[in-house]
Nanobody, 125 residues
């Protein structure tokens, strides 16, 4: 079992920035891909970004490409999502997730093995 702990959500004005963090105390992600998703009320959970831990390759949804950046700190076993130029439509609960390599595409939530509890991001206009 992998326990993912997210932090960094909050309230921000449109155009502002937030950085989300996701850590797994005592675990390493060397054989995982790490993803960020979000879910707005009444909508399905949507893929935002993923990073392959061992090689560092990154992938983004078109909706956030150029505004959001996923990164990792191997020493801290932590993955980040830097969010810039935030818009009211970015308001959602944000989740990080861990996908064992070889378990399927990182674009699909149902492939992920472990999830964090979610952190609320609210962007005011």
């Amino acid at each position: 079992q992998v326990h993912l702990v997210e932090s960094g959500g909050g309230l921000v004005q449109a155009g502002g920035s937030l950085r989300l963090s996701c850590a797994a105390p005592g675990r390493t992600f060397s054989t995982y891909a790490m993803g960020w998703f979000r879910q707005a009320p009444g909508k399905e959970r949507a893929f935002l970004a993923a990073i392959i831990w061992s090689g560092g390759s990154t992938y983004y949804a078109d909706s956030v490409k150029g505004r959001f950046t996923i990164s990792k700190d191997s020493a801290k076993n932590t993955v980040y999502l830097q969010m810039n130029s935030l818009k009211p439509e970015d308001t959602a609960v944000y989740y990080c997730a861990a996908l064992k390599q070889g378990s399927g595409s990182h674009y699909y939530a149902w492939n992920y093995d472990y999830w964090g509890q979610g952190t609320q991001v609210t962007v005011s206009s």
